[in-house]
């Protein structure tokens, strides 16, 4: 050991471990299989990005786009969770902005900074201790912009919803005058700060009509078409999810 050049290192013992196996493992760490925790695919990042090793930050990059996908049929099978790939805790959004930001990952930046507002407002303004013991937190400006971002997408979803109901049924409706009734039917519960307040708790980014009452007289053409304008509406809203969490646009694959 006397003759061995020694480098001293400010990374953390957890980083560096991780980082150190798969250079050793190669490709074979983490497993194709296997799940990983956010804190492993965030170490492979973060550390592959400062050392320049591309294959590395692939790597990692590539678990962690299995959650902060830009494409929001992808992103709403997890919805903020876990994947197939990736282990993620909800306050691990915190850590994942900042990343995102260092590593300028703007599309993914913003999945992030959407999700952080759906944490309760006291994890929100904490700190939040990383695997490797190191202290994250979201900056005062983050919270505000994405807060304001989220009133926005509120705004813009209850706007939606109030003019789905006043849409006629569909042209090739067979029951028209019973349909018609039947969306008239659930006007009443779309008023005042009900629906706005439904929104913001079930999320901006969810459907507003995922079923209608048992004992609705909508048809079974009529249901599918509002639930596919329902979907394009929220994969539209997607691609304006960077200019709305005050972050640089990016090309959305929906």
């Known amino acids: 050991m006397d003759d061995c050049p020694v480098?001293?290192?400010?990374?953390?013992?957890?980083?560096?471990k991780v980082f150190v196996r798969v250079m050793y493992d190669g490709l074979t760490f983490p497993g194709i299989e296997e799940q990983v925790e956010f804190a492993v695919a965030a170490a492979l990042v973060r550390l592959g990005h400062k050392y320049n090793a591309t294959?590395?930050?692939d790597i990692g990059l590539k678990r962690l786009k299995s959650v902060f996908s830009d494409n929001y049929v992808s992103w709403n099978s997890a919805r903020?969770?876990?994947?197939?790939?990736?282990?993620?805790k909800a306050e691990d959004h915190i850590e994942a902005a900042n990343l995102f930001r260092t590593i300028e990952r703007t599309e993914m930046l913003a999945i992030a900074l959407y999700a952080c507002t759906e944490l309760d407002e006291e994890v929100r303004a904490s700190n939040i201790t990383r695997a490797d013991g190191f202290f994250e937190?979201?900056?005062?400006?983050?919270?505000?912009?994405?807060?304001?971002?989220r009133d926005r997408l509120v705004r813009q979803r209850t706007k939606f919803a109030f003019?789905?109901?006043?849409?006629?049924?569909?042209?090739?409706?067979?029951?028209?005058?019973?349909?018609?009734?039947a969306l008239l039917s659930v006007k009443p519960l779309f008023r005042g700060d009900e629906i706005v307040n439904g929104i913001a708790a079930g999320g901006p980014l969810g459907p507003v009509f995922p079923d209608w009452p048992p004992d609705s007289k909508l048809c079974t053409r009529c249901r599918m078409y509002f639930?596919?304008?329902?979907?394009?509406?929220?994969?539209?809203?997607?691609?304006d999810l960077?200019?709305?969490?005050?972050v640089v646009e990016w090309k959305s694959a929906t």
């Open 163 to 181: 003019a789905m109901i006043e849409l006629p049924p569909r042209l090739d409706c067979g029951t028209r005058a019973q349909c018609r009734q």
């Open 227 to 239: 639930r596919a304008r329902d979907l394009q509406f929220r994969k539209d809203i997607w691609r």
């Open 7 to 16: 480098m001293r290192v400010s990374d953390s013992f957890h980083d560096f």
């Open 80 to 88: 903020g969770g876990s994947s197939s790939s990736l282990a993620l």
């Open 137 to 149: 937190s979201l900056s005062s400006e983050d919270i505000a912009r994405s807060l304001d971002g």
């Open 242 to 246: 960077p200019s709305l969490m005050g």
């Open 55 to 57: 294959r590395i930050f």
